[in-house]
Structures are given as structure tokens and as C-alpha cells.
């Protein structure tokens, strides 16, 4: 985990960059106590397939569920039919907790980095 006291953003491996076969991983949340923002950075370079991501959110840090609609204007999916790259952003946390839950639809090199920050006013739902 790197902090950047300038900026007051939290930046950290989310789900380090590997060769992923076809399945479902989960990266590591993001606390939001203190109503801080949240964005995930997704990067897939050798590409077989898709990958999606969608954002899920927790009141505990145990027990996630997808993020259902826009309502907290939050980016809830992304998906990649190609090699790139996609970002799903937390302006107003749900809950306390959000990840990112990435299917691939085949063998794909990708990873997700983590950004928590700038301090805001918005405090998430509990």
C-alpha cells in the first residue's frame, strides 16, 4: 500500500497481475469509513475471452452482494471483450466495505489496483 499525503489518496494492489484461467476472483475491499471515495483500476493485457467486473458492496467485510442499480451513482459493471483496460468508481459508498468481483470468460493476464480517497463529505450507508 502506497500513500500519497499530497493528495490524501491510499493506492494498493487490489488483485495482483497474473495469468487468470477461466473463473470468478474477488480483489481485496476498500474500507470506506469516513465516507471516503473508492475507484478500481482494471488492466488486461494477453486477452482470451471477456472480463467483467462488477462492483459489490458490505456492511461487515464478509458477506458481499452485486451493487443493483445506479441509485448512488456509482459505476456497478464493466466489461472488456478485448485487451484494455476499464475503471469502476466509488463516489458514494452503498456500505462500509466495496470489491470488485471479475468473471473471465477465458485465460486472461489482468489485475486491479485499488484507489481510496480524497477525503469527502459523503458518508456510506450502514
Do not use: W
Amino acid at each position: 500500500m502506497d500513500y500519497d499525503i499530497g493528495s490524501n489518496f491510499t493506492i494498493s494492489e487490489g488483485l495482483s497481475s497474473l495469468s487468470r484461467t477461466a473463473d470468478t476472483y474477488y480483489t481485496a475491499s476498500i474500507d470506506h469509513k469516513g465516507g471516503v471515495n473508492g475507484s478500481y483500476f482494471l488492466s488486461c493485457g494477453t486477452f482470451a475471452t471477456s472480463c467483467v467486473a462488477t462492483l459489490q458492496h458490505s456492511a461487515d467485510d464478509t458477506t458481499f452482494v452485486d451493487e443493483a442499480d445506479t441509485t448512488y451513482k456509482n459505476t456497478v459493471s464493466v466489461t472488456l471483450t478485448e485487451a484494455g483496460s476499464g475503471q469502476i468508481k466509488v463516489p458514494n459508498p452503498r456500505r462500509r466495505y466495496t470489491r470488485v468481483k471479475l468473471v473471465l470468460g477465458g485465460t486472461n493476464v489482468c489485475g486491479v489496483t485499488n484507489i481510496k480517497g480524497p477525503l469527502d463529505a459523503v458518508y456510506p450507508q450502514s
